[in-house]
């Protein structure tokens, strides 16, 4: 398979414990995006890197939340000490710059 | 900050019946627009790309339409059928991000 990959799909997880979900792009794809997404709504941007460097953050993502992508490569996005309110879909896209772009099918977290 | 809107939220059809799905977008400064189906519980798939230089892209039984200057962008897609059923996202890139609208629930009924 190809295209973007993301693990694990669902994770439940108890309130104030950390998770991480990891995203692999697709090879040769440069910029690689994080998304969220709750029931009924688009996805709303979190974080956007180009190549290794992150290049910007939402305001969405409180200092509980970090990114990261070594060497270029796979990312990873980290949730500390979660809360209720940050049970959703995250989502993992990939691009080379003005391109089409191309998702995964999406980490479900449950906070209980 | 860029918005953007779908209508209508929901749309029920009996199959054969053709869709006209609306966009509209507040800041015309956009590089592309990309058309997505999500199924439930699913991750994104893209269906259409419009380059802003663009005024429509078609695909099998689905095209787009794009009118930067008024900010709108209207997804058709022909002969519908039950495997249709989805919800339809559209999304334009600004300078570096994706901004989407809350997507349009499409039920086909057989």
């Known amino acids: 398979d190809t295209g973007v990959s993301q693990n694990p799909r669902h994770k439940i997880t108890k309130r104030g414990q950390n998770v991480t979900f990891r995203c692999d792009p697709i090879s040769e794809h440069n910029r690689l995006y994080w998304y969220r997404q709750t029931l009924g709504q688009g996805p709303e941007f979190l974080t956007y890197?180009?190549?290794?460097?992150?290049?910007?953050k939402s305001r969405l993502l409180s200092d509980r939340f970090s990114a990261e992508r070594p060497k270029g490569s796979f990312s990873t996005l980290e949730i500390q000490r979660t809360e209720q309110g940050d049970s959703a879909m995250y989502l993992c896209?990939?691009?080379?710059?003005?391109?089409?772009?191309?998702f995964g099918q999406g980490t479900r977290l449950t906070v209980v | 900050k860029q918005e953007v809107t779908q209508i209508p939220a929901a749309l029920s059809v009996p199959e054969g019946e053709n869709l006209v799905l609306n966009c509209s977008f507040t800041?015309?400064?956009?590089?592309?627009l990309q058309w997505f189906r999500q199924d439930p519980g699913k991750g994104l798939t893209s269906l259409l790309l419009?380059?802003?230089?663009?005024r429509e892209q078609t695909s099998g039984r689905l095209n787009a339409s794009l009118d930067k200057s008024s900010g709108r962008s209207t997804l058709y897609i022909a002969a519908s059928q039950p495997g249709d059923s989805a919800t339809y996202l559209c999304?334009?890139?600004?300078?570096?991000?994706?901004?989407f609208g809350a997507g349009t629930t499409v039920t086909v009924r057989a």
């Open positions: 800041d015309s400064a956009i590089y592309n």
């Open positions: 896209a990939t691009t080379t710059g003005g391109t089409e772009a191309f």
């Open positions: 999304a334009v890139k600004g300078d570096y991000k994706l901004s």
């Open positions: 419009i380059q802003s230089s663009q």
């Open positions: 890197f180009q190549n290794e460097a992150q290049l910007e």
